[in-house]
């Protein structure tokens, strides 16, 4: 597999144990009075079982953890696992991804299932998850994609009769206007027409919007 993606050097947060995200009431999000919300939407795409085990494909694959590693400062590669190293850091205790994964996307999702069923005012007062992921047959496919580090920006490149699984995952999350975060990141998986694996696009660090 290969895969394509930026890899500035940049300093990121460390990674922080998510028991912090549920600690409770705090001064920013503990009033039991604030209003609250919690949402989610996962879609995935599919015509049929091939293409739906194509989703499932892309989902799965991981980047070198060497390009994981290569994000952060060298401080922090601890934290980073041997497996299931989709993210790269966090803020307030919520991972910023690397890469989509199913690992990924479980995540938010737990996150917002675990805010919902508790009965006691959580840290954040509104979260909200968009998961979409699709998979198309292209005669051509050509990315030429933007990259948000212009230094790294690849040349274009093209398939002939490909498959192309596309994923975008944006998350919220709110717990007062100087504690919030915004998350869009997206992943496109190009296969041959019998499934096999060519190429991944748009892993790396992105900017991240938080306040």
């Known amino acids: 597999m290969s895969t394509g993606s930026s890899s500035a050097n940049v ?3 460390v990674w922080l144990p998510m028991l912090f995200l549920f600690a409770g009431c705090d001064s920013r999000g ?4 604030v209003e609250r919300s919690y949402t989610k ?3 995935r795409e599919a015509d049929n079982a091939f293409e ?5 494909q892309a989902e799965a694959a991981y980047p070198p953890r060497d390009s994981v590693l290569a994000a952060v400062d060298p401080q922090w590669h601890e934290a980073i696992p041997e497996t299931g190293y989709w993210y790269h850091s966090s803020f307030d205790g919520v991972r910023i991804p690397f890469t989509l994964t199913g690992d990924a996307v479980d995540y938010y999702g737990e996150i917002i299932d675990v805010l ?8 954040l007062t509104r979260a909200e998850l968009e998961y979409h ?6 005669e051509t496919y050509t990315f030429d994609h933007p990259d948000p580090f212009p ?4 040349p274009p490149l093209s398939f002939e009769r490909a498959y192309v699984v596309e994923m ?3 998350w919220y999350q709110f717990c007062g206007p100087l504690c919030a975060m915004w998350i869009d990141h997206e992943r496109i998986v190009v296969f041959d027409e019998t499934g096999t694996l060519l190429r991944v696009f748009l892993d790396g660090p992105k900017p991240v919007a938080v306040s």
């Open 30 to 33: 503990g009033d039991s009075d």
């Open 11 to 13: 300093r990121f947060l």
């Open 52 to 56: 739906a085990a194509l989703i499932s």
């Open 151 to 154: 230094a790294d920006t690849l």
């Open 116 to 123: 919902e069923a508790s009965e006691e005012p959580q840290f």
């Open 133 to 138: 992921a699709s998979v198309s047959f292209r």
């Open 41 to 43: 939407s996962i879609v």
């Open 168 to 170: 975008t995952l944006r």
